[in-house]
């Protein structure tokens, strides 16, 4: 009986033992999920606080979406103010030359009746010493000399009726003509200052194209060791009579080349008596070359520039497209450059960056053209150059890559 309870007790005690173990376990696990609860809170509340950051930056974003739309909108209706004010510009501009087209035929009208009058004058004498007796009349005169013959023929009985109707009508001719000049007169000054005006805010942008392509001619030929600029021709009109300025002839303005390609001469005007065809040639290249840098091109292709040109100015024109292929962007190349030629001289100028594609064809070559290898051809000839040079002059070294395909 004492076995049994003792056996018995045992049991409960290793129960106990266990119960007591999985509690112990089980509390574990619950500070373990306490632990990740308070993790798992504390991540939520930095989920919670980065989307209250992420939807401000959204609400900022909306508001400035919103006034660059509305910004957008302004500059649009600006837009079409401008538009609207300059193309009513350019039509009042046209209903100005148009009026000045009908002043100008009324003023030869008015030329051809006074011409009318010197002829008439030149076969009735009392009608030529009467003009000339008025010539030095002003026209407060005139007038008076007008009332008092017109006084004088009213007091004349036998005064001929058609006569003074005549006197009269042409009388009004006079003073609407006068009118119509006096108009005419107001408008041309008008004109004037419209053309002024306008011709005030192109002119100095025209200035500033040409100054620009001025520069970049002359730095190509003073890197060259020539010298050249570009200028332009503004033809002008001549004086009136009483000294005043005459206008311009803008279609008769022109763009004028002056080179100088040697040390003791003075620069001159490009033309085809001064310079020789090469040094033509040259300064078109360069010139070409100077209106190119004005514009943004991601490459530009050059087809056999170097016809008509002696050994000298192809070797010039050679090495200043060299260097403002090679350029970097800020000095004015990052450009590409394609130069397509037939032929080309040796020991031209070459630096890294620079490709020479070969292409070979005719009647000769062959049906596979993998049996030619350019380019081993290209490497045995540069080893048995270096290999005579360095037989010639142990110290000499390449300074320069070009790579070469065929």
Avoid at 10 to 21: A, G, H, L, M, P
Avoid at 203 to 225: C, M, Q, T, W, Y
Wanted: net charge negative; aromatic share 6%.
């Amino acid at each position: 009986m004492l076995g049994q309870q003792e056996l018995r007790l045992r049991d409960i005690q290793k129960i106990f033992k266990d119960v007591k173990t999985r509690v112990l376990d089980i509390r574990s696990q619950q500070d373990q999920l306490s632990i990740e609860k308070a993790e798992a809170t504390l991540e939520y509340a930095n989920a919670v606080e980065h989307l209250r950051v992420l939807h401000e930056e959204f609400i900022k974003l909306k508001i400035r979406h919103i006034e660059a739309f509305s910004d957008l909108e302004i500059l649009k209706d600006r837009n079409t103010e401008h538009r609207d004010r300059l193309e009513a510009k350019n039509n009042e501009l046209k209903d100005a030359m148009q009026e000045v087209k009908a002043m100008s035929v009324a003023v030869k009208e008015m030329m051809k009746q006074a011409n009318k009058v010197v002829q008439l004058s030149q076969h009735q004498p009392d009608l030529a010493a009467l003009l000339s007796s008025l010539v030095d009349h002003t026209v407060d005169q005139l007038e008076a000399d007008i009332d008092s013959e017109k006084a004088r023929l009213e007091l004349t009985h036998g005064g001929s009726s058609n006569l003074i109707k005549e006197f009269e009508e042409r009388e009004k001719q006079i003073q609407k003509l006068r009118g119509k000049l006096s108009e005419f007169e107001a408008q041309l000054a008008e004109f004037d200052h419209a053309i002024n005006e306008i011709r005030g805010k192109w002119e100095p942008k025209l200035d500033e194209i040409v100054k620009s392509i001025s520069d970049a001619f002359s730095d190509s030929f003073a890197r060259i060791g020539c010298a050249g600029q570009v200028t332009l021709d503004k033809a002008e009109d001549e004086a009136g009579a009483d000294g005043e300025p005459g206008g311009s002839d803008f279609d008769q303005w022109s763009i004028q080349i002056h080179v100088k390609f040697r040390e003791h001469e003075n620069l001159s005007l490009l033309d085809s008596h001064r310079q020789s065809g090469g040094e033509r040639a040259v300064s078109t290249i360069f010139y070409l070359m100077a209106l190119q840098s004005l514009s943004a091109s991601p490459f530009r292709v050059v087809d056999e520039i170097n016809q008509g040109m002696d050994p000298r100015n192809e070797r010039m024109v050679h090495g200043r497209l060299v260097d403002i292929a090679c350029a970097p962007s800020e000095n004015g190349g990052g450009g590409q450059y394609f130069l397509i030629t037939p032929k080309l001289l040796s020991g031209l100028v070459y630096k890294p960056g620079m490709r020479v594609l070969c292409i070979y064809s005719g009647e000769h070559m062959p049906k596979d053209y993998e049996q030619l290898d350019f380019g081993q051809a290209v490497q045995r000839m540069r080893a048995l150059r270096d290999r005579g040079r360095a037989i010639e002059d142990p110290t000499q070294r390449s300074n320069g890559h070009v790579d070469v395909h065929a």
